[in-house]
Nanobody, 116 residues
């Protein structure tokens, strides 16, 4: 069964840091490119960062470039998102999925709230 479990969210002040983790079932992880997505209230879900199996040339959206870093540990079937210098506009629910995302793979996500 496909399973993606996100964790690591929380409430943090602007300028603070959080590290999100996403543990995937081996079948989900496979050799897939994985991505972190976020959805703020009233907005569409957007891709934040993505990383291929090899980890080479990771992608980061312009809005988070230089502040967020995606990484993965294939042995642990885990994808991480290190978030530094957080801003109130980063407040959203964060999800991981393959990239491009598969509709059946969406998990519960983890809430990130940044206070000003």
């Amino acid at each position: 069964q496909v399973q993606l479990v996100e964790s690591g969210g929380g409430l943090v002040q602007a300028g603070g840091s959080l590290r999100l983790s996403c543990v995937a079932s081996e079948r989900t992880f496979g050799r897939s490119t994985m991505g972190w997505f976020r959805q703020a209230p009233g907005k569409e879900r957007e891709l934040v960062a993505a990383i291929s199996w090899s980890g080479r040339l990771p992608y980061h959206a312009d809005s988070v470039k230089g502040r967020f870093t995606i990484s993965r540990d294939n042995a642990k079937t885990t994808v991480y998102l290190q978030m530094n210098s957080l801003k109130p506009e980063d407040t959203a629910r964060y999800y991981c999925n393959t990239h491009p995302p598969k509709p059946d793979y969406w998990g519960q996500g983890t809430q990130v709230t940044v206070s000003s």
